[in-house]
Nanobody, 125 residues
Framework: VQLQASGGGLVQPGGSLRLSCVAS????????VGWFRQAPGKERDIVTA????????YYADSVKGRFTISKDNAKSTVWLQMNSLRPEDTAVYYC???????????????????WGQGTQVTVSS
């Protein structure tokens, strides 16, 4: 399984970005997905996650009401819509998936089996 994350960039505070994560190989349509982020000198933390069907979602408190995760199983793609971006959102963002068919939501990095390469998001004026 390979995950390709893209869509990062430089944006001003209050702006928006849409990240995508495209999977190849495996049965991505049956797997849950998470987005994590890691700022310099900090641990990799979960931002949001979605179950295999797209019916259940989790958001970290810091992004609730600003970020939205969605999953299109037919396209093997997960998106992360990020609005009202803040400087503290600056980090490398990673998508990851768990090779567990019909899996629920997973919250820790250790539970994820496959990772994308990361995409840099910088929020700065």
């Amino acid at each position: 399984v390979q995950l390709q994350a893209s869509g990062g960039g430089l944006v001003q505070p209050g702006g928006s970005l849409r990240l995508s994560c495209v999977a190849s190989g495996g049965t991505f349509s049956r797997w849950p997905v998470g987005w994590f982020r890691q700022a310099p000198g900090k641990e990799r933390d979960i931002v949001t996650a979605i179950d295999w069907s797209g019916g259940s979602r989790y958001y970290a408190d810091s992004v609730k009401g600003r970020f939205t995760i969605s999953k299109d199983n037919a396209k093997s793609t997960v998106w992360l819509q990020m609005n009202s971006l803040r400087p503290e959102d600056t980090a490398v963002y990673y998508c990851a998936t768990v090779g567990q068919p019909y899996g629920k939501i997973y919250y820790t990095a250790e539970e994820y089996d496959y990772w994308g390469q990361g995409t840099q998001v910088t929020v700065s004026s």
